[in-house]
C-alpha cells in the first residue's frame, strides 16, 4: 500500500460545477497537508496548506482533513475553466519532506 | 523576487552522457529540494538540503546521481552515466525554516529530461 492515494481522474466538469478532490493516507503521523495545483508543462504552486486536522476556505477552495479517517478533500466551488491543471495533495510529519499523491487532472469544460 | 530559476528548461541526451541540472532557490530560503516526476510514479523526492548541507539522500534512486549545493544560490543534480529510465522531469523547490514553513515549497518550471 502506497503512503498516499489519489484517483489520477480525468475528470470532466463543466463550468460552474462543484469540483471534490481527495486523498487517502496510511501514515498517521502525518501533521501537515498541503494541496498543490500544476498547469501543463509547469511546476507545481501551492493552493492550500492544513496543519492537523479541520477545515479551511480560501475563496471558492476549501480543503478538509480527516486525521481519524486519514481523508483529506479539496473542494472548488463554481468550477472556471482556469481550473484545468493537475492537483496534488502533498503531506508531511514536520520536516519538509512531502509525500505527494500521484495528482489528479481536472479539466473544466466552458 | 524571479522565483526558484532552474537551468536547463530542455535536455536531450544519449545513454552514457553526464547529465547536470542547475538550481538558483530563491534568495534567503534555507531550505533547496530536488524532485523527479514520471507518468508512472508522481513527483519523488530525491535529496534536499538545509543551508547548502544535505539533509536526506534516500530518495536518490542510484549512485549514479549525484547533488551538491556549493551555496546558498545554487545548486547542481547530476547523472553520470544517464540511462533512458532517467527521463523525467526534474524539478527544484525552496521553502523557508520555520516550524512547518519548510512545507511551504516554491516550485521551478522544471527540466524535462530526454535520455535517448
Known amino acids: 500500500q502506497k503512503e498516499v492515494e489519489q484517483d489520477p481522474g480525468p475528470l470532466s466538469v463543466p463550468e460552474g460545477a462543484i469540483v471534490s478532490l481527495n486523498c487517502t493516507y496510511s501514515n498517521s503521523a502525518f501533521q501537515y497537508f498541503m494541496w498543490y495545483r500544476q498547469y501543463s508543462r509547469k511546476g507545481p504552486e501551492l493552493l492550500m496548506y492544513?496543519?492537523?486536522?479541520g477545515n479551511k476556505e480560501d475563496g471558492r477552495f476549501t480543503a478538509q482533513v480527516d486525521k481519524s479517517s486519514k481523508y483529506i478533500s479539496l473542494f472548488i466551488r463554481d468550477s472556471q475553466p482556469s481550473d484545468s491543471a493537475t492537483y496534488l495533495c502533498a503531506m508531511s510529519e514536520s520536516q519538509g519532506n512531502l509525500i505527494f499523491g500521484k495528482g489528479t487532472k481536472l479539466s473544466v469544460k466552458p | 523576487d524571479a522565483g526558484v530559476i532552474q537551468s536547463p528548461r530542455h535536455e536531450v541526451t544519449e545513454m552514457g552522457q553526464e547529465v547536470t541540472l542547475r538550481c538558483k532557490p530563491i534568495s534567503g530560503h534555507d531550505y533547496l529540494f530536488w524532485y523527479r516526476q514520471t507518468m508512472m510514479r508522481g513527483l519523488e523526492l530525491l535529496i534536499y538540503f538545509n543551508n547548502n548541507v544535505p539533509i536526506d539522500d534516500s530518495g536518490m534512486p542510484e549512485d549514479r546521481f549525484s547533488a551538491k549545493m556549493p551555496n546558498a544560490s545554487f545548486s547542481t543534480l547530476k547523472i553520470q552515466p544517464s540511462e533512458p529510465r532517467d527521463s523525467a522531469v526534474y524539478f527544484c523547490?525552496?521553502?523557508?525554516f520555520g516550524t512547518g514553513r519548510q512545507n511551504i515549497q516554491y516550485f521551478g518550471a522544471g527540466t524535462r529530461l530526454s535520455v535517448l
Open positions: 492544513t496543519y492537523s486536522s
Open positions: 523547490a525552496s521553502s523557508l
